[in-house]
């Protein structure tokens, strides 16, 4: 039986003097909806491909229950994975799940809130497939925290982990855990994870 290697991304480099703007990069991504497109910092383009079913079963599960809660408690926005935040160093990513507290998200302009706006979430989560190098996912998340994120949870079904990061503190790892609790960031806010680490 074949089995999935993990790999990293298309890289798609620019010559400096033809990169594409903040807009033209935006309409690049819609030109080309079938891709899973982001920026890094330096300006090369990350072209990956769509996850497995499991991966995005498993997606839809977490992003549930952010909704969830999201709509109980009032104090933010939620958003799914085909939400591309530009962060502050001018990278475009992409978070499988992310939050903003609302006061946040209306300062945009409804221009700003069309395109991909200059915003780095305030919690992220993203959840390791099959195809992704776990390194490449550690650093995204440690260029969150660079960028202004409060909370991020890196969840690798593949290792059995949840990796937590937040700001000037050490991460911690939780093996297996049944419950991810987001206080102080996402207060009230345990992500059930019970049915999570099952075998089919």
């Known amino acids: 039986m074949a089995t999935t290697?993990?790999?990293?991304?298309?890289?798609?480099h620019q010559l400096p003097e033809l990169r594409m703007s903040d807009g033209q990069f935006f309409q690049f991504?819609?030109?080309?909806?079938?891709?899973?497109?982001?920026?890094?910092?330096a300006g090369e383009i990350l072209v990956m491909s769509p996850t497995g079913a499991e991966t995005g079963e498993r997606n839809?599960?977490?992003?549930?229950?952010?909704?969830?809660?999201?709509?109980r408690d009032g104090r933010g926005k939620g958003f799914d994975s085909s939400?591309?935040?530009?962060?502050?160093n001018g990278a475009v990513r992409s978070p499988d799940a992310a939050w903003v507290l609302k006061s946040r998200w209306e300062a945009l302009s409804p221009q700003e809130r069309q395109g991909f706006p200059l915003l780095c979430p305030d919690f992220v989560l993203e959840l390791r497939s099959p195809t992704d190098l776990l390194v490449t996912l550690q650093d995204k998340m440690q260029e969150y925290l660079a960028n202004?994120?409060?909370?991020?949870?890196?969840?690798?079904?593949?290792?059995?982990?949840?990796?937590?990061?937040?700001?000037?503190q050490a991460i911690a790892g939780l093996a297996k855990p049944q419950q991810v609790l987001g206080d102080p960031v996402l207060a009230g806010f345990g992500l059930d994870l019970r049915d999570f680490w099952g075998e089919g």
């Open 83 to 88: 939400t591309g935040f530009r962060l502050p």
């Open 148 to 168: 202004g994120a409060q909370l991020g949870w890196l969840i690798d079904p593949l290792e059995g982990q949840v990796w937590v990061y937040r700001p000037h």
């Open 29 to 41: 991504c819609q030109d080309n909806p079938a891709w899973n497109i982001e920026r890094s910092a």
């Open 5 to 12: 290697q993990a790999m990293q991304p298309m890289v798609l």
């Open 60 to 71: 839809f599960d977490l992003i549930g229950q952010l909704w969830l809660w999201t709509k």
